[in-house]
């Protein structure tokens, strides 16, 4: 086998939740384009019909991808799902967790407003734990069990550059505003995106001696339109001085999930323009 040859994945089922979102998308054509088996999950039929669209005209014309719709806080969701694989393919080989609650600046995110730390509410903590946290936990039970019986797989938790640094606040503050009005990042974000971090290495070392790796990509934010003030703000704290194209994780998550990182477990990779080099 070449070099090349290794990014192969051929045949191999690969399950990635929150699938239809923005990078969940990019992670897919990833996968097909390594010959994979997609399979999305997502919360939403018509979110999912129109992310597998989107990505069938992206990728080769016989990308095989197909969705589902399932709630992963709910393990007798997400065991359904493993039980309808097996039965079509007979295996399941990677799990990509990158579902959560993401608070953007572009957006009407719900845990992106004027919430101060002081006055976050537990509803939202528990909300956004649930998502971004048990749910990779509970997917991770469910799905790994499987590879741990075949003596394979791989598990990819997408965690963040803020799951290495602390969010700089400055960035997302407005002039003339006063303090309980200004916008913060949720604590949730950078606790979730930690958190992943912890149960990677947990699990790398938990199944290792069964065939299977767990490793975690940081990647930083991606332009999508995000307003200019803020844009303004960030690239000077990135070295490159630039947010990510939406297309650049993709060669990674491939690497990372393919035998081209055969060696690799229990790794945090880091792509982030340099960022928490500063």
Same mark, same amino acid.
Request: proline fraction near 2%; charged fraction near 25%.
């Given at each position: 086998?070449?070099?090349?040859?290794?990014?192969?994945?051929?045949?191999?089922?690969?399950?990635?939740?929150? *699938? +239809?979102? #923005?990078?969940?998308?990019?992670?897919? $054509?990833?996968?097909?384009?390594?010959?994979?088996? !997609? @399979? /999305?999950?997502?919360?939403?039929?018509?979110?999912?019909?129109?992310?597998?669209?989107?990505?069938?005209?992206?990728?080769?014309?016989?990308?095989?991808?197909?969705?589902?719709?399932?709630?992963?806080?709910?393990?007798?969701?997400?065991?359904?799902?493993?039980?309808?694989?097996?039965?079509?393919?007979?295996?399941?080989?990677?799990?990509?967790?990158?579902?959560?609650?993401?608070?953007?600046?572009?957006?009407?995110?719900?845990?992106?407003?004027?919430?101060?730390?002081?006055?976050?509410?537990?509803?939202?903590?528990?909300?956004?734990?649930?998502?971004?946290?048990? *749910? +990779?936990? #509970?997917?991770?039970?469910?799905?790994? $069990?499987?590879?741990?019986?075949?003596?394979?797989? !791989? @598990? /990819?938790?997408?965690?963040?550059?803020?799951?290495?640094?602390?969010?700089?606040?400055?960035?997302?503050?407005?002039?003339?505003?006063?303090?309980?009005?200004?916008?913060?990042?949720?604590?949730?974000?950078?606790?979730?995106?930690?958190?992943?971090?912890?149960?990677?290495?947990?699990?790398?070392?938990?199944?290792?001696?069964?065939?299977?790796?767990?490793?975690?990509?940081?990647?930083?934010?991606?332009?999508?339109?995000?307003?200019?003030?803020?844009?303004?703000?960030?690239?000077?704290?990135?070295?490159?001085?630039?947010?990510?194209?939406?297309?650049?994780?993709?060669?990674?998550? #491939?690497?990372?999930?393919?035998?081209?990182?055969?060696?690799?477990?229990?790794?945090?990779?880091?792509?982030?323009?340099?960022?928490?080099?500063?």
């Amino acid at each position: 086998m070449n070099t090349l040859d290794r990014f192969y994945i051929n045949g191999k089922v690969v399950v990635i939740t929150g *699938g +239809a979102g #923005l990078l969940g998308k990019r992670h897919a $054509e990833a996968a097909a384009d390594g010959n994979g088996i !997609v @399979i /999305l999950l997502d919360i939403s039929e018509k979110v999912i019909e129109r992310a597998i669209e989107e990505i069938k005209a992206r990728c080769n014309a016989g990308s095989r991808i197909e969705g589902y719709v399932v709630d992963i806080t709910k393990r007798e969701q997400i065991e359904h799902i493993k039980d309808r694989l097996i039965q079509k393919y007979g295996h399941i080989d990677v799990l990509i967790n990158n579902a959560a609650n993401n608070p953007k600046v572009e957006g009407s995110s719900l845990n992106m407003k004027n919430i101060q730390f002081e006055n976050f509410p537990v509803s939202l903590w528990e909300d956004d734990i649930k998502v971004g946290l048990t *749910g +990779a936990f #509970l997917c991770s039970q469910v799905f790994g $069990e499987v590879m741990s019986e075949q003596k394979r797989g !791989v @598990i /990819l938790n997408i965690s963040s550059d803020l799951g290495i640094i602390a969010p700089d606040q400055r960035i997302y503050r407005k002039e003339g505003l006063e303090e309980k009005e200004q916008t913060v990042k949720p604590v949730t974000y950078s606790v979730v995106k930690h958190g992943l971090i912890g149960l990677t290495k947990y699990l790398a070392t938990y199944w290792a001696e069964k065939g299977v790796r767990v490793n975690a990509l940081c990647p930083a934010g991606v332009y999508n339109g995000q307003h200019e003030e803020f844009l303004s703000k960030l690239v000077n704290l990135i070295p490159m001085g630039r947010m990510a194209d939406i297309e650049e994780y993709k060669s990674t998550i #491939l690497y990372l999930i393919s035998d081209a990182s055969s060696y690799m477990t229990g790794s945090v990779v880091i792509v982030d323009g340099g960022r928490t080099c500063w």
